[in-house]
């Protein structure tokens, strides 16, 4: 039995060390000269490294804990101490907590709203849920038209969403909104720090569990070689990659669905992977490296939270064990395509700027990383890809059904954790699972 596995993120690695696990050959193909997908460190200094992808956990996130418990990573809680800043017009505050300087009334109807959307979303199959033609013919900047009247709540929703999803309120279905909401158990803990989605990060960076998967399966790994063709016939398929072909009983496929798309498929498939209004993941992250994280010396945990650009809000990431201080700036939604679309030395200089706004007295940064994920050529956007109206009706049904021998992956195949690694964690597994069962079945009964 032996299996090709395209793709050497979360998911395909899942997959492969599963599947090696039941005694099958595997080969990976991975287009990049590194493994990890949308998990990447960077080294901000020696021995110091930060996640320029995914980056948190939460408890309630029990494929990804257990993954970690094998291969003996540890995690790192994100409790943050200090006041937060807000940018939100009308200038600069600093306060207490998370909870910005807006209506509370306003933030907590918007909240109730979004619970009763996903609350009436079916998070194993959202496109057969009530109402789901409805929803998925919206987007979620109509419905926020419609439903948000406190200029607080329509001033707050879009950065809520950018940060939460990476998208633009424009790009969305509502029904796709509600269903990210609910497969990642909701708004609130979606949002939240302690005791939520975020409570924890992996101590010295997520591409850790990428790279460790890689070390089992040892040259079965395949890197430079992205794959142009799967072709299929009644005894295996035929995967064209690179330097050459590989033959298999089959093949798993674990990248975005956009990218899916990209590859010829003989048979060709009954549906396409991605729709004319699914965009990428809206997401550019900026490290901004400091001597210190001397923000914490003035009270400040490094949270901020800003109506303008280009970080709508920071996050302080500094190593545990000291050395340096390091703010993350999350760049989303539109305001994701503005900023990548400037040269390097103006990223740099925008971002300075915000910085020392946001939190002043700072030293100029020793270093600045801009990981741009929206022209990211294997990975078409971060967090995960953007279903638009429409989408869900048309390729839900099909997103984790296999075609032929050709079987699915990937965190926008799960329903549970969609665009988290959880969810690609899950999508691994659940995919392995199928294969063993179904080509199994079939030698035993040949």
Not at 230 to 236: P, S, T
Request: aromatic residues 8%; contains cysteine.
């Amino acid at each position: 039995m032996s299996v090709v596995v395209v793709g050497a993120g979360l998911a395909g690695l899942t997959a492969a060390a599963d599947l090696v696990a039941r005694g099958v050959e595997v080969t990976v193909l991975e287009a990049r000269e590194r493994v990890g997908g949308r998990t990447h460190g960077i080294e901000v200094a020696p021995g110091a490294w930060v996640d320029a992808g995914a980056a948190y956990l939460g408890d309630r996130h029990t494929a990804l804990t257990a993954l970690l418990a094998e291969l003996d990573l540890k995690t790192t809680p994100t409790t943050m101490t200090g006041a937060s800043r807000f940018t939100l017009g009308g200038g600069g505050r600093t306060r207490a907590g998370r909870f910005p300087p807006l209506s509370a009334v306003a933030l907590g109807e918007l909240f109730d709203a979004l619970d009763e959307l996903d609350r009436g979303v079916r998070a194993d199959a959202p496109w057969l849920s009530a109402h789901a033609a409805r929803l998925d013919r919206l987007t979620a900047a109509e419905w926020a038209r419609e439903h948000l009247r406190h200029p607080d709540a329509r001033l707050f929703f879009p950065l809520f969403l950018g940060e939460m999803m990476a998208a633009d309120p424009a790009d969305v279905s509502v029904l796709h909104m509600a269903f990210y909401l609910r497969s990642g158990g909701g708004v609130r803990y979606l949002n939240a720090f302690a005791g939520g989605a975020q409570e924890s990060r992996i101590d010295g960076g997520a591409h850790q569990v990428c790279g460790r998967l890689a070390a089992g399966l040892g040259d079965r790994v395949r890197l430079g070689e992205p794959v142009r063709a799967i072709h299929q016939d009644g005894d295996g398929v035929t995967v064209v990659a690179a330097t050459g072909s590989v033959r298999a009983r089959a093949a798993v496929v674990a990248v975005p669905p956009p990218l899916a798309d990209t590859i010829d498929y003989r048979p060709g498939l009954p549906a396409p992977r991605s729709g004319e209004r699914t965009v990428p993941g809206c997401a550019v992250k900026v490290h901004l490296v400091y001597p210190a994280p001397d923000w914490r010396e003035r009270g400040l945990s490094g949270w901020s939270v800003n109506a303008r650009g280009p970080l709508l809000s920071t996050v302080d990431d500094s190593p545990v064990d000291g050395g340096v201080g390091v703010l993350t700036g999350f760049v989303t939604g539109r305001e994701a395509h503005r900023y990548a679309a400037l040269p390097a030395a103006e990223q740099r200089e925008q971002a300075f700027a915000q910085a020392a706004r946001l939190f002043p007295g700072l030293p100029e940064p020793i270093g600045c990383h801009v990981t741009d994920w929206v022209h990211e050529e294997y990975s078409r956007g971060c967090y995960a890809a953007l279903f638009g109206p429409g989408d869900w009706s048309r390729l839900g049904p099909r997103l984790a059904v296999p075609h032929q021998r050709v079987h699915w992956a990937g965190t926008e195949t799960s329903t549970e954790f969609f665009g988290l690694m959880e969810g690609a964690i899950r999508s691994g597994h659940r995919v392995a699972a199928e294969i063993n069962a179904m080509y199994r079945w079939r030698d035993t009964h040949d």
